[in-house]
C-alpha cells in the first residue's frame, strides 16, 4: 500500500499573501491531483498532472499554480488569498488519467484572515 | 461538457432502512462511473466503480448497476448502520475526451439516526 501526504494540516493566510501546500504520495502514481471541496459542495479540479513537470488546468486553475518537482511530489500556490477564504485543499494520485482509482491525501484546511 | 447530478443533498434516515443515492450524468464519450464516501475529517475513498452497462457492482453492502440508457449509477444498500454516515460523492470519467479528469457531483451528505 501507499500513503499521500499533505503539508501543512492547517493553513491560517492573511489576505494578499502567496500560500503554498505540499502533496507527497509513495504509491509511485504517475498522475496527480489538487482539488478544493468548500463546505457543502463537491471536489472542484484546480490542477492535475500526468508526470512529472507536466501540468494541465483544471476547472478552478485561476489564482492558483502548481509545480511537480518530481514524480512523487505535487505543490499548489494560493496567489493571493482572498478574505474570509474558507476551503479544504485535498491532494490525489491515480495510477493513470482518469480510469484508475483516486487515492486522496487528508487535505489541508485553507483560513485566512 | 461532462457533468454529474446527484439530487439529494442531504440525506437523513434510521439505522435499519434502506438508502438510495440518486446519481445521473451527462456526457459524450463512453463513461466510467465511481462512487467516493467522505467520513468527517477524513480523505474521500473509493466505494464502487464500474464502466459495464447493466451489471450489478457491490463493495461493504454498497450497490450500484451502471445504466447507460438512463445515464444512471445509484447507489444503494439495504440496510444503513450508524457508521454509514458520511458524505457520498458520485463521479465520472470518460473515454476519448480530452482528459482523463474526474467530474464529481455535489456530493449527498447521508445521516443515519438509532
Known amino acids: 500500500g501507499g500513503i499521500i501526504t499533505q503539508t501543512p494540516k492547517f493553513l491560517i493566510g492573511q489576505e494578499g499573501q502567496k500560500l503554498t501546500l505540499k502533496c507527497q504520495q509513495n504509491?509511485?502514481?504517475?498522475?496527480m491531483y489538487w482539488y478544493r471541496q468548500d463546505s457543502g459542495k463537491g471536489l472542484r479540479l484546480i490542477y492535475y498532472?500526468?508526470?512529472?513537470?507536466?501540468?494541465q488546468k483544471g476547472d478552478l486553475s485561476e489564482g492558483y499554480d502548481a509545480s511537480r518537482e518530481k514524480k512523487s511530489s505535487f505543490s499548489l500556490t494560493v496567489t493571493s488569498a482572498q478574505k474570509n477564504e474558507m476551503a479544504v485543499f485535498l491532494c490525489?494520485?491515480?495510477?493513470?488519467?482518469?480510469?484508475?482509482?483516486?487515492?486522496f491525501g487528508p487535505g489541508t484546511r485553507l483560513t485566512v484572515l | 461538457g461532462d457533468s454529474v447530478t446527484q439530487t439529494e443533498g442531504l440525506v437523513t434516515l434510521t439505522k435499519g432502512l434502506p438508502v438510495m443515492l440518486n446519481c445521473t450524468y451527462q456526457?459524450?464519450?463512453?463513461?466510467?462511473l465511481f462512487w467516493y464516501v467522505q467520513h468527517l475529517n477524513e480523505a474521500p475513498k473509493l466505494l464502487l466503480k464500474?464502466?459495464?452497462?447493466?451489471k450489478r457492482t457491490e463493495h461493504q453492502g454498497f450497490y450500484a448497476t451502471l445504466h447507460k440508457s438512463s445515464s444512471s449509477f445509484h447507489l444503494q444498500k439495504s440496510s444503513v448502520q450508524l457508521s454509514d454516515s458520511a458524505l457520498y460523492f458520485c463521479?465520472?470519467?470518460?473515454?476519448?475526451?480530452?482528459?482523463?479528469?474526474?467530474?464529481f457531483g455535489e456530493g449527498t451528505q447521508v445521516t443515519v439516526i438509532s
Open positions: 504509491f509511485n502514481h504517475d498522475t
Open positions: 490525489a494520485s491515480s495510477m493513470d488519467r482518469g480510469r484508475a482509482e483516486q487515492f
Open positions: 456526457t459524450t464519450y463512453s463513461p466510467f
Open positions: 463521479a465520472l470519467s470518460v473515454t476519448g475526451g480530452l482528459s482523463g479528469k474526474l467530474t
Open positions: 498532472s500526468i508526470t512529472e513537470n507536466d501540468l
Open positions: 464500474s464502466s459495464t452497462d447493466n
